[in-house]
């Protein structure tokens, strides 16, 4: 085998790996938190990345109305990609 040889097979093989174990698994990631934000609906219970928790009001678009505090009505608004995660969603 010749030296040019090697390094294009061993490049090759190197860029394979790299795709399985690095690129796959974030597409993957990314595509589960896209559908997570646009399973995002008035009424859930949702956590942001910032650690507040609040009940979604309102949804236009890309931004989210949160309800924080029911006693004094303080509300939010944020943008979708904040979410962080949906903590109870609401009964349909």
Do not use: C
């Not at 093989?13 to 934000?37: D, S």
């Not at 109305?65 to 903590?87: H, P």
Request: overall charge negative; aromatic content about 6%.
């Amino acid at each position: 085998m010749r030296p040019w040889e090697f390094v294009l097979i061993y490049s090759v093989g190197l860029l394979a790996l790299m795709y399985f174990a690095v690129i796959l698994p974030g597409k993957r990631k990314n595509k589960k938190t896209q559908q997570m934000h646009d399973a995002v609906k008035v009424g859930d219970t949702i956590s942001t990345i910032g650690g507040i928790l609040g009940t979604v009001t309102e949804r236009d678009g890309d931004t989210v109305t949160l309800l924080i505090d029911e006693n004094t009505g303080t509300t939010m608004r944020i943008v979708i990609y904040a979410v962080q995660s949906i903590v109870e969603q609401a009964d349909t």
